[in-house]
């Protein structure tokens, strides 16, 4: 089992909205935070994932309240938890009413900010939905910003090259192009992050890595209905109770089997959003020999009962 992979479906990655910008310099542009956009850019969506790919140019990007990185062709920056940012043609640049918080349309609409005069960078503005809760782990332990650098014609010019031409030809079927497009850009950004990783680092995605808990994840994910106990799993990974306990506490934050709880009600969670199978099957399909023990564990985890969670709107 490929624990992320797993996580990343059960998260629901889900739709996807892009608009280009071509910016004169001097120019600034601070983004609101996601969830001041989320209505009016992907409704219904839990939480807007926000990234930006330079195609021509350099710029500067970075968190309204942290340091900005500089941007070349081809590189993307991700907001993974939609924080407000700021794109700029210089480091450090705030030019005055700046700040963009009306809804800007989908390609083949452009965005001009700057003064009258041949663009200094062109790049694609993008939004990624996803569900936050009741458990995303992988949103957990990423950080606020990350930058991957992708030198021009790479793979990530390939793909703003694909979201325009996607875009702009309007063929049958673009908006799941496109979302699977963006799904994929997220993944390989995750992925780079995930390689270079400190030695060090604490999270879900290190305990990935660690050959104690990423055996443990893999079999938590393989077999999240299976009775577990903590004697069980450790003699699946071939190793201690005590290691695993305090390996899996270092590096996830809590103990697997809590773990485990939590991630048995993503799962639920998703299987009520997604259809119409009764409740009772959902819990066994969890793990739970009753209707009854699995709502009052939802409830206790997630807040509501598992019907007032299948009836949000």
């Known amino acids: 089992m490929d624990p992320l992979s797993d996580v990343l479906r059960a998260v629901r990655l889900n739709g996807a909205f892009f608009y280009a910008v071509e910016a004169t310099a001097p120019w600034s542009v601070e ?3 996601a969830r001041a956009l989320e209505p009016r850019i992907l409704p219904g969506s839990e939480h807007l994932i926000a990234y930006h790919i330079l195609t ?3 710029c500067w ?14 590189d993307v920056i991700v907001f993974p938890q939609g924080d407000r940012h ?3 043609h210089a480091a450090g640049q705030r030019l005055p009413g700046d700040t963009h918080a009306a809804s800007p349309d989908c390609f083949p609409e452009v965005v001009c900010v700057g003064p009258p005069g041949p663009p200094s960078a062109r790049f694609v503005c993008g939004f990624l939905g996803c569900d936050r809760r009741p458990f995303n782990p992988v949103l957990g332990t990423l950080p606020r910003m990350l930058h991957q650098p992708g030198p021009a014609g790479g793979w990530l010019a390939l793909f703003a090259r694909q979201v325009v031409e996607e875009t702009r030809a309007r063929r049958a079927g673009a908006s799941e192009v496109l979302t699977r497009l963006a799904e994929l850009m997220f993944i390989e950004v995750v992925r780079d992050h995930l390689a270079r990783l400190p030695e060090g680092q604490t999270g879900w995605l290190a305990g ?5 808990v990423g055996a443990a994840l893999g079999r938590l994910h393989a077999e999240p209905a299976r009775a577990w106990t903590l004697d069980a799993l450790a003699h699946e990974v071939a190793t201690s109770r005590s290691r695993l306990a ?19 009600m993503q799962l639920a969670a998703a299987r009520l959003t997604e259809g119409g199978a009764k409740v009772a ?6 793990g739970y ?22 009836r949000r709107p």
């Open 246 to 264: 305090e390996r899996f506490m270092a590096l996830v934050g809590q103990p697997p089997m809590q773990y485990l709880a939590q991630w048995r």
């Open 61 to 74: 990007a970075g968190l309204s309240d942290g340091p900005a990185v500089e941007l070349r062709a081809g």
């Open 208 to 212: 990935l890595r660690d050959p104690v």
């Open 86 to 88: 700021v794109l700029s």
């Open 281 to 286: 099957t959902i819990a066994a399909e969890v």
């Open 56 to 58: 021509e140019g350099t």
């Open 31 to 33: 983004s609101l935070a």
């Open 289 to 310: 020999d009753s209707e009854a023990a699995f709502s009052r564990a939802f409830k206790k985890l997630v807040g509501v009962p598992p019907g007032a969670w299948r």
